[in-house]
């Protein structure tokens, strides 16, 4: 997460032999970033939340110099991911801090699914990862756990969910253009998985222009998995996205 820097400075202004006027005032410690984005497929872990179709997401965060943040995202999907609800909100807050190199960061996600009627939806996910930047590059580690929940549960009572992954992203000097891959595994089963776990990757490309940012990735795993409507929503498929950054 991004984090703000307290730079507290004071500038006199001197006029022949008049007292000092005026100081600039503090730099805020507290640092509110955002977006909104609209997506041709919402794919979560590789599998498609929105029948393969469009989605609306927009997320904004409150980060501080010490390296805490607290995060809402949300994203339209389809009522066959959570018992009928046609969104999911994600709650999270966290702790980021760099040593050299490398960036760790800690914390918890919640998934709520506003309008599930009732149903136990909703669970916790701990995750932690490490980053490290190398020149133009970035390769990151992450891990994130969900505890057993009934939520989780594909028949057998409260069941978890672990998942790992690696990322590689670079920025190509002086374009504004970036490239990423991303190879993840999901542990099951739980409802996550729906049976057992399966291999999720993605290669993609960005093109960045002022507060903008394009996107086209291809999305794959080894699952077959269909929805309501027949579709294979863990097949290959090519994700495009626009995201303005606030």
Do not use: C
Not at 116 to 135: H, L, M, Q
């Amino acid at each position: 997460m991004r984090k703000s820097i307290l730079g507290l400075s004071a500038v006199a202004l001197v006029a022949l032999s008049a007292p000092a006027l005026a100081q600039d005032a503090p730099t805020s410690e507290i640092t509110v970033t955002g977006n909104a984005a609209v997506v041709s497929d919402y794919r979560f872990r590789g599998i498609s939340q929105t029948d393969k179709r469009f989605a609306l997401q927009g997320g904004i965060t409150v980060a501080h110099a010490s390296g805490f943040y607290a995060s809402v995202w949300g994203s339209s999907i389809d009522d066959y991911v959570a018992a009928g609800s046609d969104q999911e909100l994600d709650l999270i807050g966290g702790y980021s801090k760099t040593f050299g190199a490398a960036t760790v960061d800690v914390g918890v996600l919640y998934y709520y699914y506003p309008g599930s009627g009732g149903a136990n939806t909703d669970f916790v996910e701990p995750y932690a990862s490490i980053k490290g930047t190398f020149g133009p590059a970035t390769a990151k580690l992450s891990v994130a756990y969900a505890p057993k929940a009934k939520a989780l549960s594909v028949g057998n009572g409260k069941e978890d969910n672990f998942y790992v992954a690696g990322d590689l992203s670079a920025s190509i000097p002086n374009t504004p253009l970036g490239v990423s891959a991303h190879l993840g595994h999901s542990y099951g089963p739980s409802y996550l998985t729906i049976g057992k776990g399966y291999t999720d990757w993605n290669v993609g490309a960005t093109y960045t222009w002022t507060h903008l940012t394009f996107g086209i990735s291809y999305v794959d795993t080894d699952k077959a998995l269909y929805s309501p409507s027949g579709r294979n929503i863990s097949k290959a498929g090519v994700v495009g996205s626009v995201t303005a950054s606030f």
